[in-house]
């Protein structure tokens, strides 16, 4: 049961960390450098691509979305877990 989550939450933080490396190298691609053009947003918890490169470049824009979908669904994972019924362990 439990693991089960835990690996729906795995392979989540997998595709997030597989769309976050696609979309740093199309910003790579497009000349553009990461770091100054993405910030992260602490209360969705994902990082922000500045919104003038994803208007300007169309695959930019689609891993973004991309990402984006993977981080909730990870988050979503994270919440699964966070409902199942906590354990005593003895300490």
């Known amino acids: ?33 990461p770091s100054l053009h993405i910030s992260y947003d602490k209360e969705e918890h994902h990082l922000v691509v500045d919104p003038i490169i994803l208007h300007k470049h169309e695959s930019v824009k689609q891993v973004y979305l991309t990402y984006l979908d993977a981080c909730r669904a990870r988050d979503s994972a994270v919440e699964q877990i966070q409902e199942l019924p906590k354990l005593d362990l003895g300490f």
């Open 1 to 33: 049961m439990s693991t089960h989550r835990s690996e729906a939450w795995s392979d989540a933080h997998f595709q997030v960390n597989e769309a976050l490396g696609n979309l740093l190298n199309q910003l790579r691609d497009h000349g553009y450098n």
